[in-house]
């Protein structure tokens, strides 16, 4: 089917507020990741979902950042009063496991104003 | 600290021609490299996967070696295409943590 999907694919937000980015992966892909990609920077691990569940948060980097995943399917990103060093590219990806190859969602653009 | 390092930072070459593309990896124990093409506004599409025990491996015009021995990589684009401008990304991962670490990647651009 579909590949990786994100929604919005840009986000302007003034400086403060709260953002919510969604991510749909592919069907049957129990593994979910996200990502940021900064301006001319290589992408950083943000969290890793097995089903709902998330083991590994170690790269979320403050407690603004949050995210869920529901029916081992969508998840949300959830910046909380963003800041202008969150602009950047949210790129979600998903995968059979952890150790099989990830697919790429188009990402979401974020600006804060 | 595993680090991935990609060389040249941007290249531009003329339509037609070869061009070498370089990684070095500090990741240890290693597991795997990967060659990732981002095309600007999309996310990353992976061209090759490599092993420890693989040199080689060819995805059309697209070839990857692996020297595990010295931690270095390279992407060779046979015959450039306008199509192939694009960044492209190294990236490894270490043995009991699939974590991956993604070089900063080069910029590619074809030109006719």
């Given at each position: 089917g579909a590949g990786v999907s994100q929604s919005p694919s840009n986000k302007v937000t003034e400086k403060g507020k709260d953002v919510e980015l969604r991510c749909d992966p592919i069907s049957g892909h129990t593994a979910l990741y996200w990502y940021r990609q900064r301006l001319g920077q290589g992408l950083e691990f943000l969290i890793y979902f097995q089903g709902n569940s998330a083991?590994?948060?170690?790269?979320?980097?403050?407690?603004r950042f949050s995210a869920e995943r529901t029916g081992e399917s969508v998840s949300t990103l959830t910046i909380q009063?963003?800041?202008?060093?969150?602009?950047a590219v949210y790129l979600c990806a998903s995968s059979f496991g952890r150790a099989h190859e990830q697919y790429f969602g188009p990402g979401t653009r974020l600006t804060v104003t | 600290k595993n680090q991935v390092e990609q060389s040249p930072q941007s290249l531009i070459i003329l339509e037609g021609k070869n061009c070498t593309l370089q990684c070095n990896y500090t990741v240890s124990p290693f597991s795997n490299l990967r060659w990732y093409k981002q095309d600007t506004g999309r996310g990353p599409v992976s061209l090759t996967i490599m092993t420890f025990s693989e040199n080689t491996k060819s995805n059309g015009r697209y070839t990857a070696t692996l020297d595990a021995d010295t931690k270095q990589s390279s992407l060779h684009i046979t015959?450039?295409?306008?199509?192939?401008s694009a960044s492209y990304i190294c990236v490894v991962s270490a043995v009991g943590n699939e974590k991956l670490t993604f070089g900063t990647g080069t910029r590619l651009t074809i030109i006719p």
């Open positions: 083991p590994d948060k170690s790269g979320l980097p403050s407690d009063r963003t800041q202008q060093e969150d602009s | 015959a450039s295409q306008l199509s192939d």
